[in-house]
């Protein structure tokens, strides 16, 4: 990947108040491909102490986003026109991890996919899958540089 | 609406981490219909200052829970099968007013609408929709009481 | 509505070869608003002799493309890129009555809303909803005339 | 798979005149996936020629319907709560062909994914994505004989 695509990539997690919120951290970035992980805090739970349906659907959101934004020029901005979620599994576990993927990159939107698994014991079990739009908008006053 | 059902909402509500986390408050409980607001604070920011798609998600699919449970058995919790979201205006503002309401009530599952608004300078722009599918489950140990 | 606009519109109806397969009539044509027609046929039923939600999908899908369209310049042309439904009742009954309207209209996407009627014994029962977001794309070689 | 289950799947299919009129074929059948191919008829064209959204979708929810249905048991019916569906390429072609797969089997609910590919001078392209959640209900009256 470009390296001002990635600098691209990375000021915009960073720029994000609320993954900091969350504690979300970015596992990896490569080519149409982002892992986000988000490790286990009451704070972020539902009434029966499992993760919310809201913080998986913000980092599978996000690690979709991400790996939209890395196929994108590197003045380009992501933005979520849809997403789409299925909860398969109750969110019980020490760690989300959540991957997101490009399905088909076109000029103006690009259609991902992603998961959730939690670890609970060192096991990896599926809790949400997402199909999401993505929008790509150039800055106009913005560079690469 | 019986005084143990809008016990039983309100307790899921109030249980839910969560939602002090981000700051949300039950605006209004009615038969079918719930309202949840989200003052703004930057900790609930994307990248260009907005509340981030995920806290608008969060608070919807809980109007839409509620609404939904609103309508079950008092020993009932309410399980979020899936949703989809569309964002139509980015949510720049003072404060987010999610509303949710049943469409259609089931043995098993509940489909709801879900709308949120956000406020600025004292008016309200809508910024997101959701279709969302709630599922009912009857807690085998627990009484209305 | 611009006379050229309404003509695009039906000529996009006409020209749609299942709309005639399926029985599938325009009903009304206002600005941001579409509602199509099907009466019953045998041969759009499912394993239990109702209305398949398939065929349902397909007028709502297309009701919603029309109003995309009505708010669209006459050379454009209408894509769906995605739309959710959900599956409300059975649809057991003489005739389906579709619906779309504009929820929001942007510069590239509209995001629209869809409802199907069934109606049994002159009495409309709601039988599914739609969210679906549509893509505008201008025909280079074409002109309103 | 069972013998009872197959015969259940296949009336299902059978049963069902819209698959006729469309002239869609079953392609194979598997424990928890089905395939459905469709060859290209004028009928089922949209304005610009190509295979109608309607069309991509109907088979590709009859995929993902059987595919629920393989793991059900045998007096069991299958249901399509709701689907969504992204469109990713137009879908010019000699023939469709839809996959349906179960992600996630449970007792009330089944979560499904299914693809549909063109076939354009021997080559596949993917067309749409959806992803499904099916209900199944069991027939009182009816048994696996």
């Known amino acids: 990947m470009d390296h001002a695509i990635r600098k691209n990539l990375q000021d915009c997690f960073v720029q994000q108040p609320l993954m900091r919120t969350l504690g979300a951290i970015v596992g990896s970035v490569k080519d149409g491909e982002v892992v986000i992980e988000?490790?286990?805090h009451e704070k972020l739970t539902q009434h029966h102490g499992f993760f919310h349906a809201g913080v998986i659907t913000t980092i599978m959101d996000n690690a979709c986003g991400g790996a939209a934004l890395s196929q994108m020029p590197a003045n380009a901005?992501?933005?979520?026109?849809?997403?789409?979620v299925n909860f398969l599994s109750?969110?019980?576990?020490?760690k989300l991890?959540?991957?997101?993927?490009?399905?088909?990159?076109?000029r103006a939107l690009t259609v991902?996919?992603?998961?959730?698994?939690?670890?609970?014991?060192?096991e990896e079990k599926l809790v949400a899958t997402m199909l999401a739009t993505m929008m790509?908008?150039?800055m106009p006053g913005s560079s690469a540089e």
């Open 38 to 40: 988000l490790p286990f």
């Open 77 to 84: 901005t992501v933005l979520t026109v849809e997403y789409k």
């Open 90 to 94: 109750p969110a019980k576990g020490d």
């Open 97 to 106: 991890i959540a991957r997101g993927k490009v399905l088909k990159s076109g």
């Open 112 to 122: 991902c996919q992603g998961e959730v698994h939690v670890v609970l014991d060192g």
């Open 136 to 138: 790509c908008r150039e």
